[in-house]
């Protein structure tokens, strides 16, 4: 196995011959074979997302470092899930069941609304407090009174925090890298099926009725109108 960062979602690429524990591990992550998260996740994240005004992306990047699309994942600190919801948690933004994922992602990432509001929008202090809780990011914020938000990452007391927040930032970059590309080709690929769309819609009109005096198929399809 291979931790390729060029490959989507930083993902998993198979060289040489297959591994069986390999291919259990990838499974227990709930990740694809070619590294992608599961459609049935992603598009709960876009409803939840779109409901909460929140980047999907983002969800995605928080996923993926939480429970790396596991729904059964549970921390020894007892977080559970697909966004790793610890029990209080859950009980604030309405959850009762955080293993089922339709549940769990809501309730994850109207959390992470919850923690943007609180902190004005700022990505990287939302992220700590996700991770650290936002009354620890309040002391912080008055303990060190930097203006350079780089800075004051690197001074957030908490390696794991510290640690967390580079790794949010960093797939929410591949996410976003990700999806891009696949809007791109998704637009790319409709622009050279319209004219066979067009073409074949065409002909179908031509073969119910009979065609114009004088006009040839092609000229009735590539002459300007």
């Known amino acids: 196995i291979r931790m390729d960062p060029g490959n989507p979602a930083y993902g998993v690429s198979f060289v040489g011959p297959p591994n069986p524990r390999v291919r259990g591990w990838l499974s227990s992550t709930g990740l694809r074979r070619n590294g992608l998260p599961p459609p049935e996740v992603s598009r709960l994240i876009e409803r939840a997302a779109a409901r909460h005004d ?98 004051f990452d690197d001074l957030i007391p908490f390696r794991e925090t510290r640690d967390y927040v580079s790794l949010i930032s960093r797939n929410y970059y591949w996410y976003l890298q990700i999806y891009a590309r696949h809007i791109f080709d998704e637009r790319m690929e409709a622009a050279r099926q319209a004219p066979k769309v067009a073409r074949r819609a065409e002909v179908e009109a031509v073969g119910r009725k009979p065609a114009a005096s004088g006009l040839s198929l092609e000229f009735s399809l590539f002459s300007a109108h």
Do not use: K
């Open 54 to 151: 929140v980047e999907p992306e983002l969800v995605h990047a928080v996923v993926r470092a939480e429970s790396c699309y596991n729904d059964q994942a549970v921390s020894r600190a007892g977080a559970m899930g697909l966004m790793q919801l610890m029990p209080g948690t859950a009980d604030l933004v309405g959850v009762n069941d955080a293993f089922e994922p339709a549940q769990n992602v809501e309730g994850g990432t109207r959390y992470l609304r919850m923690m943007l509001d609180r902190f004005g929008n700022d990505l990287s202090l939302a992220i700590a407090a996700y991770n650290a809780g936002p009354e620890r990011v309040d002391d912080w914020r008055r303990r060190y009174q930097v203006e350079d938000p780089v800075l």
